[in-house]
């Protein structure tokens, strides 16, 4: 027999005794790092469509086979646009996610209305897949063409799985993450992974939070002025953050913003923008986004 050398006090829970939401905040917390599938497929119209998942991973080599799992939603039961366009059309494309891509990946999350193409709203770029219809991410590292061989429901009701088995046609790999040995980098393709609540883990560094979309729809990257969105400055997980928000701040919360802050006037008054989109960045970096519009719009 062997003992315990620190007695935990534990709770024990039955899943059919508490809520589904409850069962699934213990699952997503206690289960995880999860490596996030960025999927991308195409409705019976052609209409892109783009959105992450945390159950997900690689279950074969011979012949290649990833699985993904789009739950019903708990609140009202509904299925989402990636399972019915899987279905109907039989392919995707799986992209990995990395730190660099990991705002916009979230951003995409959002619930748009179907038809809304959320690589316009992420503001990432859609690149022509070479053997299935759906788009690649062309900010991936790398990039799974993919044929779907079987869609397996696990339950009819909120809360349920929907396995999809698929079969890689094509993998694309961006040569800047490979070794010396053509193998890939484990430093430089830089993944991020799921864990519970708004928390991921860097494979590089550890964990970091990533505020989750917002439940009213952010305004998107596709929506932010030109002059911003092409900034040499601001990255693409700067413009995520960005596109989160519902609305930008008015030209009265701007001019009491830029007024009350004298390093900030002075900064406009040089009339140099990758100053002061650097000066927007230090904002988002401690994610105070309002500020870092407001800089951004005083000009």
């Not at 534990?10 to 508490?18: A, F, H, K, R, T």
């Not at 891509?101 to 770029?125: C, D, H, I, R």
């Not at 010396?180 to 992974?193: F, R, S, T, W, Y």
């Amino acid at each position: 027999m062997y003992f315990c050398r620190t007695m935990r006090e534990m709770i024990s829970i039955l899943p059919d005794e508490v809520t589904t939401a409850k069962l699934h905040g213990y699952l997503l917390g206690a289960v995880g790092p999860r490596p996030i599938a960025f999927a991308s497929t195409i409705d019976e119209n052609g209409r892109p469509n783009l959105s992450p998942f945390s159950f997900f991973n690689v279950f074969s080599a011979n012949p290649p086979i990833l699985i993904f799992s789009p739950a019903r939603r708990v609140r009202d039961n509904t299925t989402k646009h990636t399972l019915e366009n899987c279905l109907r059309t039989k392919e995707v494309v799986i992209n990995v996610v990395n730190f660099d891509m990991v705002q916009q990946m979230s951003l995409s999350s959002t619930e748009y209305p179907a038809g809304e193409n959320e690589f316009q709203k992420a503001g990432l770029t859609m690149l022509v897949s070479d053997v299935v219809k759906p788009f690649r991410v062309a900010e991936s590292p790398v990039q799974f063409e993919c044929k779907v061989i079987k869609v397996e429901a696990l339950g009819e009701n909120g809360g349920a799985g929907n396995l999809i088995f698929s079969e890689v046609v094509k993998v694309h790999v961006d040569k800047a993450i490979l070794d010396e040995n053509g193998a890939i980098d484990q430093h430089k393709i830089d993944l991020v992974a799921r864990m519970g609540g708004n928390w991921y883990s860097r494979a590089n560094e550890g964990l970091f939070e990533v505020p989750k979309p917002l439940s009213s729809l952010g305004i998107g990257v596709d929506a932010i002025p030109a002059e911003i969105r092409f900034s040499t400055v601001l990255t693409g997980n700067d413009l995520g953050r960005l596109g989160n928000v519902e609305k930008i701040p008015t030209e009265k919360e701007v001019q009491e913003f830029l007024a009350s802050n004298e390093e900030l006037r002075v900064i406009i008054s040089a009339d140099d923008k990758k100053i002061i989109h650097s000066k927007a960045q230090e904002y988002l970096h401690k994610n105070d986004v309002l500020s870092a519009w407001k800089v951004l719009l005083s000009n």
